[in-house]
């Protein structure tokens, strides 16, 4: 006779879970590839526009937590998460403008990024474009009229800073900084998983000793909020 451990239970749900998750993130990713579409096919400043683009913020908004979900599951496996490459900086905000722009600009924001002298970063390109990715996703509901994401070296890191002009973090973001998940904030719907998310991942970012951090704070447009992802 064999005993089921809790242990063992626990892992095999963990696993289930993990599954399911993936099954719902390739479900919203085909979700969201039929609103892309539908976007391209309904006239400007229309009522049925306005409701396509924010079903893509919250769609997007879903497959952002699902991936976070999935990238936090890997790392208490204690699978390899982060493979770092070198990579263009000027091209990766390229491509993360052409991925952005349009939601924002829907919403009457001015969005702009800018490249200050990074020329090459070494870093995991796909984790670190989908957390910026969340980060500008959350602008949307925050921002006042305008988003700045920049890239630069400083203090030999490669730093990316996402800058709006909204209210700002609250004391409690602030004091936290994405230290554990909290509870959900039922106001915003926040439930700080994409923080917690991005301050593991970016830890794992280590060179000669020098670990990744992020850095919030309320130094962005006009006093708005700003977060900095600073990579080795």
């Excluded at 991925?99 to 009457?108: D, Q």
């Excluded at 400083?154 to 973090?169: A, I, K, Q, W």
Aim: proline content about 3%; hydrophobic content about 40%; charged content about 25%.
């Amino acid at each position: 006779m064999t005993l089921v451990t809790d242990d063992l239970v626990a892992v095999e749900f963990a696993s289930v879970l993990a599954s399911s998750v993936h099954d719902m993130k390739n479900s919203i990713g085909h979700l969201l590839n039929s609103a892309e579409a539908i976007e391209s096919l309904v006239p400007d400043n229309s009522i049925a526009r306005d409701q396509v683009l924010a079903l893509q913020h919250e769609a997007r908004r879903i497959n952002f937590d699902l991936m976070h979900l999935l990238g936090l599951y890997k790392f208490e496996r204690s699978r390899q998460v982060v493979n770092p490459t070198v990579v263009d900086c000027e091209e990766f905000l390229i491509e993360l403008t052409a991925y952005n722009e349009s939601l924002l600009t829907s919403r009457g924001l001015k969005f702009s990024a800018e490249c200050r002298g990074a020329v090459e970063g070494f870093f995991d390109r796909d984790l670190i474009m989908g957390i910026l990715n969340s980060t500008l996703n959350n602008t949307y509901n925050f921002a006042e009229s305008e988003v700045e994401v920049s890239c630069e070296t400083l203090e030999g890191y490669t730093v990316f800073s996402v800058r709006d002009d909204g209210p700002g973090y609250g004391p409690k973001v602030l004091k936290g900084g994405g230290e554990q998940m909290g509870r959900t904030d039922y106001a915003t719907g926040s439930t700080g998983l994409g923080l917690y998310f991005a301050r593991r991942i970016t830890e794992m970012h280590c060179h000669r000793g020098r670990p990744g951090k992020v850095v919030l704070d309320n130094e962005g447009i006009r006093g708005g909020g700003r977060l900095q992802l600073w990579l080795p």
